[in-house]
């Protein structure tokens, strides 16, 4: 029942993701930070068991930075993206694989922004935008209609609004929080909180 978005636009990728973390019917917490800040200029937003969100993350993470303590650089978002990709292929491979899905979204001096979507079976694909979970299926057409490729931020993040209003109205759990983070040149920055109450009186 997890949902996680992201926009890429020109000079930004913006990600969100719902704060829930859920078993069956029984709603454990509410205020589950599900992305994760990798590099300054790179950050996940993952879904999935809880137990192996967080052990793959930090896994990806620890070795990403052990790769620039080594080369003296960080790695581009789309090496990052191919990384784990791979890393997540072979585990499907082996007897232990990991359910996660997740978003990679960094941004690049030289190649700009860059949102990659990665699912359980390691399938990788660059996107402009894109939901995962089933608030997401939701979203397609809302993506669709208003991104544009010279999309601002705020632009974006008020995207991102419409899609939580039609995830709020249509999907039977209730994801009343949304975290909100964007990535730029600038490096990665936390965006306020979408919540059912600051929506109120809001116009899709």
Do not use: W
């Not at 020109?10 to 994760?36: G, H, L, W, Y």
């Amino acid at each position: 029942m997890e949902t996680i978005l992201g926009i890429r636009g020109p000079d930004f990728v913006m990600v969100a993701a719902d704060t829930t973390q859920a078993r069956s019917i029984i709603v454990m917490k509410e205020d589950e930070n599900k992305i994760t800040k990798i590099a300054d200029n790179l950050m996940f937003a993952t879904i999935g068991e809880s137990g192996d969100t967080v052990q793959f993350t930090e896994f990806i993470a620890k070795n990403i930075a052990l790769y620039k303590m080594r080369n003296g650089y960080d790695l581009s978002p789309k090496c990052a993206a191919h990384f784990t990709r791979k890393n997540l292929a072979d585990y499907l491979r082996s007897r232990t694989p990991y359910q996660v899905n997740m978003f990679v979204a960094g941004y690049d001096p030289v190649e700009g922004p860059e949102l990659h979507y990665i699912d359980y079976l390691a399938n990788a694909k660059s996107m402009k935008y894109g939901g995962q979970g089933y608030g997401g299926m939701f979203c397609a057409s809302i993506f669709d209609r208003y991104h544009h490729d010279n999309i601002t931020q705020e632009e974006a993040y008020d995207v991102l609004k419409k899609c939580v209003v039609e995830i709020q109205k249509r999907l039977v759990i209730n994801l009343s929080k949304f975290n909100v983070a964007v990535v730029d040149k600038d490096g990665i920055k936390d965006l306020p909180q979408i919540t059912s109450q600051n929506l109120i009186g809001y116009k899709a």
